[in-house]
Structure formats: C-alpha cells, structure tokens
C-alpha cells in the first residue's frame, strides 16, 4: 500500500508544473495539494504518519471572501503489531469550503479556511470493511506568488473524519487561476491590494445618451488596500450591447498605500438605446487597470444599470425636454417646410416673418388634426412636483402619429416646428404647467412700433418674443397668444416663471433623432385647406394690432389737414402689418406733394421687397440727393446696389454707413463682403436681408 501512496504523491507532482504553467485571468483559481498526514489524539496510537493530496477550485465572490469545492484522496498506514499483516486505510473525500486571504507584501498572501463534506472510507486489506460519514475541516496558510497566475505555498490544517480518524495535514503546493477577469482580450492576472468601492449608478435615460459622455451616470470609489503604491491607475466603464467601446473614466499616475480616490463614471451610448421601448436591466462592467513594479492587472466587477424607455424623462431640469424637440426630424422638416413655402407666397414679405411662419404652423397643427389631451399617468401638473418621478414625453413625429399630446407634448411639437425654419424658441413653465414662446427677431425699440399691448409681449435680452399657450391650438395663434401672455403676467409678478431657451439647452442636452421615423407618411395640409384659416388668423392679428393706432393717425391726419408725417406715418403702419398697397397709396400722396424724404425711402422699400431693384435704386438715389449722410438712405443703397450685384457700390455706400451708424450697419454685416459671398448666403437665412426698414419721422 506504501507504493500507492507514492503514487498518489508521484501523479500531483509531476502535474503540478504543467497546470501552474497557465498565467493567473480570473478569480477562479486552481490549488493542487500534497502533502503528509500526522494522527493526533487516540488515533495516533493506531494510524502512523500518512500521505495524500488534495484539489481545491476555489472562487472569489469578493475582497476577502471565496468558496471552493474540495476533493482528495489519502493513505494512513495502520499501526499493528509484527506478527499481523500491515494494513492500512483510504479515504476519499468531498466537501465545500469557504475561505479568506490578506496580502501582508505584494507577492505575499495569507489564506484561512474551514469546510466540510462527506468522506468514504476503505480498508486496503477488506474492502468490506468500509464506513461513510461526515467531515469537518480547517486550516491556514502562507503562499508567495512567483510567477503572475501561479504562487507556491504552505498549509497546515486540522481534518475529523468522524467515526473514523482524524489529523493534522502538512501541505507542500502551488495555486493557479484559470481563464476570466481580462481587458483588450488579453489575460491579465487581478490586483487583489485594489479595491472598487461604494459603486453607485443612478437611472439611464436613453434620451440623453450623449448627455453621459461628459457628465457622470454614477460614482464609486477606488482604494489601494495594500502598502505599497500602485501605478497607472485607469477605470473604464462598458456596456458590451450599447456601447462601442469601453469609456476611459479616470485615470492617475499613481496611488499611494492606503488612498482612495472617487471615480466619476460615464459612458459613451450608441443612438441603439433610442430603440429600447420597454425600461430593462442590463450588465454594466468596470474595467479598473493598474501596474506593480512594471507588472500589469486588471480588474472587472460586473454591476446592473437600470435603463428606462426612450420616451423616459425626470422634470428636475426644464432644459431636458430640449432633448426631444427634434427640429432635424425628417418627419417635422417635411411638415415645416411645406407649410413654410406655401404661406410665403401668399403673405407680403412687408410683415414680420417670424410671426407670419407661427401663425401659419399653428393653424396647420389645427388643419392637420392635433388635439390636446391629458394623460392622467403623464400629467406634467402631478410629475413636476416630484422632480425625480419619471414622465413620458413624446417626440415630435409620435405626436403627429397620435394626432394628440399633453402640454408638454405640443410645445415639444411647436418648438421643433419653428427652429426647423430658423425660428428661436424657449420653453415656460409656471406652476403646474409648461408652454412655449418663439422669438419675433425683433428689437424692444422697434416693438414699441409694431404691438399695440407692450403687456402682451417679452423682452428678453433686448429681443421681443411671444409666448404661446399651444394647449389652446383649436381658438386659434392670437387667442393661444393673448392667453400665454395673461398666465405670464399673473406668474411673473410673484417670481413663479421660467423661460428656457431651447438652443441655450441643446449645449447640454441635445436633440436625438428617433429611430424608425423614416418610413412615417404625413398628409401636410394643402393649400385649399390652410390658407384660408392661416390667412384670416393673420388678418386677426393685424387687425387686433393695427386699429387703434390707425384710427389715431387718421385722426390726426383729419386734424393737421393732411400734414405730410402723418401721411407717412400712416403708410408705415400699413406697411409694417404687410399692407402693402394701402401703404404705397399713403406714400405717393405725400410725393405728389413734395420729395418728402422718407416717403422716398419707403417707396425705396417696397420696390425693394417687389423685387424691383432698379426702381428701389432710383427712390434711394433721389433720397440721397435730399441728404446724402442718412443711415437708411445708405443701408437701402447698399442693399440694392448688392442684390444688383454692384458690389464696389455697395461696399461705398456700406462704409459710409458703418461711420455713421455702426450699431444698424452690423447687422447687415453681409454687406461687408464683396462678392456677395458665404456670409451673405448665411444673412439670408436668417431673413437679414430681406427685413424691412421703414423711416418715420
């Protein structure tokens, strides 16, 4: 039996180096253990020394913490009197094991474990002579890590067979990982001294996937637990179905023995969580790489990330919601552009484009059929009170699919409809509530002479806007606006109102394309069907606007007996609300009597919104030899010598304008350019150019 045992030594050993030869990749280890058994107790007086050897595959749940799955075989020789036959004893056993370990040094680490399991055991003489029973066992130990992946060490531990034998077990091996924890693909044993702690991840909203790349979905704390510096610290985050690649986190040239340091973590999304209709859990790692004395490890802990629908948004920030007005939308482009295109040709350029572009997509929302309804789940009055309950709120190409939306929903919808064709739009919140207003162009002097209520408008920035109550989209643009202007008024007096720019918003929260919208089929209103409506709604406007100041001027027309500023005063109110005709008969009244000056630039000016450049050219010329050092004389010169593409002209008249009137002349800066090239292309995008300038004495 002797020659069993050796056998039994012999195979462990001779195994041993080709299993250690392996590199360490997980914390799945393999530990191989002869060793020498000594009887204690009453069983020394019956057992003599023995051997044997155990396999251990051991694995680590955490710092300081594994569980193993124990198995071995051992041979004690019997102690009997010389006139018997030797004999002797086998027992196989199996069991698990829970353990610990500390690294004192670098290379070094101390392990303790206990365990238990079931054990069969034989005489080698009479193998009827059997017992089965349980076992219980524990021990320690010191191991010194020579190569990464594989360490060799001591044990000595305490084992009770019970009802059988029991001793004290000397152990002689070696310990090896196998296959796991790695980055780049590449097998990289762990560093067990680093440590990632308090990992926290707050919730996903796919909405702003680009959000996280710069600001953190989560924190966690990282620790050298040992004593001596680690080096070339760095932390990725990664998760494998959602992102290219992993996103490097942190990185630090070196951790001292001890030093913790807090490790924002954030992630570059791909546009493939836009698709995720349904909130899911997924499998987030974080990949922490460092180096030893020029040796590499790498770490991995595997976290779950709640990630909601793409619909999915917390109102702790207004600015967010910007996230969804897709003004890019190929759907919304389609819609707005049609609708733009069909109300220019039949509105005077004369009138405010910007409002004349809101009217129309207003009432095209009402033509097309879109309803404001409450979604008693969804309602912004409820969520907004509790800034971290989750709402859902619809791009704009869902609402035109629902043909329905709550308040947020149809400023959403509103504000992607006017920045797709250059208008500036803001969100409004008062309490309980969201709506939007749109940005006129206009400055605070020249809206003192355009709205007949200063109440109804706002000034922000020296820019005038109008805000937009789009739940009230069935009354029509002027009543939405009167009614936005009123829940302004009221909140504004006690420091309840908010107004967030949309583009000021898309620096931090940008709008995201909505995956699958290409295939949707709108039906824009036609001609026959918007018109009408858009065209009534804008002589509404202009009438609410114009009246009273009309009945005013004519008033004092009557009373001075035709003095010419008001004439001319009269054909500029009319020309301001795109009345264009009324306006040029008001004008050749005052030129039948006299070269009045501004009648002349005026007249200058509607040729110049006709199109007609040589005939604009011809009444700024006859201005100018009335007073040749007037800015809207030389800003109309300009412009038409530019459009006539004489642009040595206009370059001329254009300095003499910036020396004169600076402020006007910058913004008609395309004018500066000779050539009439990018920069004028861009003015005209903007409506710089064709923007009317009317002169009023």
Not at 442 to 458: C, G
Not at 491 to 504: A, D, P
Not at 595 to 623: C, H, I
């Amino acid at each position: 039996m002797k020659s069993s045992f050796i056998t039994v030594v012999t195979i462990l050993l001779l195994c041993s180096p080709l299993i250690f030869s392996q590199e360490k990749t997980s914390p799945l280890s393999l530990l191989v253990k002869p060793g020498f058994s000594i009887p204690v107790g009453e069983d020394a007086e019956i057992y003599k020394l023995g051997g044997g050897g155990s396999i251990t595959l051991d694995y680590l749940l955490m710092p300081y913490l594994s569980l193993g799955l124990h198995t071995g075989y051992d041979f004690l020789p019997v102690d009997t009197l010389p006139v018997f036959e030797p004999r002797s004893l086998s027992i196989a056993h199996l069991g698990l094991q829970v353990g610990t370990s500390i690294d004192p040094l670098d290379a070094l680490t101390a392990t303790a474990y206990v365990g238990g399991g079931w054990y069969y055991g034989v005489t080698n003489q009479d193998t009827e002579q059997n017992d089965t029973n349980p076992y219980l066992y524990g021990g320690a130990g010191i191991s010194y890590r020579l190569l990464p992946g594989f360490s060799i060490g001591l044990e000595a531990s305490y084992r009770n067979f019970l009802g059988l034998a029991q001793d004290l077990m000397l152990h002689l091996g070696g310990t090896v990982s196998l296959g796991g924890e790695k980055t780049g693909g590449m097998g990289i044993p762990s560093n067990r001294n680093l440590e990632l702690l308090d990992i926290q991840l707050s919730r996903v909203f796919p909405v702003f996937y680009g959000y996280y790349d710069e600001n953190p979905l989560g924190v966690a704390v990282i620790k050298n637990s040992g004593n001596k510096s680690i080096e070339k610290v760095k932390v990725f985050f990664h998760v494998k179905q959602y992102m290219d690649n992993p996103k490097l986190c942190f990185a630090a040239e070196r951790l001292g023995p001890g030093e913790e340091r807090q490790v924002p973590l954030h992630a570059l999304f791909t546009d493939t969580v836009l698709g995720i209709t349904e909130g899911t859990k997924v499998s987030a790692n974080i990949i922490v790489e460092s180096e030893i004395d020029g040796n590499r490890f790498a770490n991995e802990y595997a976290e779950t990330l709640s990630l909601y629908d793409r619909n999915a948004m917390t109102w702790d920030e207004t600015a967010k919601a910007a996230s969804f007005v897709t003004a890019k939308s190929p759907v919304v482009l389609r819609f707005s552009k049609n609708i733009s295109g069909l109300i220019k040709e039949n509105v005077s350029s004369a009138l405010n484009q910007n409002i004349v572009l809101a009217i129309a997509l207003f009432q095209a929302l009402d033509v097309y059929g879109i309803r404001y309804e409450i979604d008693p789940s969804s309602a912004y009055e409820e969520l907004s009170k509790n800034t971290m309950m989750v709402d859902y709120l619809q791009f704009p190409r869902q609402t035109l699919e629902f043909r329905a939306g709550d308040c947020d929903d149809l400023s959403i919808l509103y504000s992607a409809l006017l920045e797709s064709v250059g208008l500036e739009t803001a969100f409004i919140t008062i309490p309980g509530h969201i709506y939007m207003a749109f940005s006129t162009g206009m400055t605070e002097q020249e809206a003192r002479t355009f709205f007949n209520s200063q109440q109804d408008i706002l000034t922000i920035d020296g820019t005038v806007w109008l805000p937009v109550e789009v739940t009230a989209i069935e009354q029509g643009f002027v009543r939405a606006w009167k009614l936005g202007a009123a829940q302004w008024r009221k909140n504004v007096e006690i420091g309840q109102t908010e107004l967030v720019s949309i583009r000021n918003s898309w620096r931090t929260y940008s709008a995201v394309g909505y995956v699958g919208e290409e295939g949707m089929d709108i039906k824009v209103p036609t001609a026959n069907e918007l018109l009408p409506i858009s065209l009534d709604e804008i002589d509404r406007f202009v009438e609410t606007e114009i009246y009273k100041r009309e009945q005013q001027i004519k008033s004092e027309i009557s009373r001075t007996g035709g003095d010419l500023r008001y004439l001319n005063k009269l054909g500029v109110l009319y020309a301001r609300y795109g009345m264009t005709e009324q306006a040029q008969i008001q004008f050749e009244k005052v030129l039948e009597q006299r070269e009045y000056l501004p009648a002349l630039v005026n007249m200058g000016m509607l040729a110049f919104l006709n199109g007609d450049y040589p005939q604009a050219k011809e009444y700024y010329k006859r201005a100018e030899s009335i007073r040749a050092n007037h800015a809207t004389v030389l800003l109309g010169l300009a412009r038409v010598q530019h459009e006539l593409r004489n642009y040595e002209e206009a370059s001329v008249s254009y300095t003499r304008l910036k020396d004169l009137a600076p402020n006007l002349a910058s913004r008609y800066a395309y004018l500066d350019l000779e050539g009439g090239g990018g920069s004028g292309r861009a003015s005209d995008a903007a409506g710089v150019r064709s923007t009317p300038v009317w002169e009023e004495e």
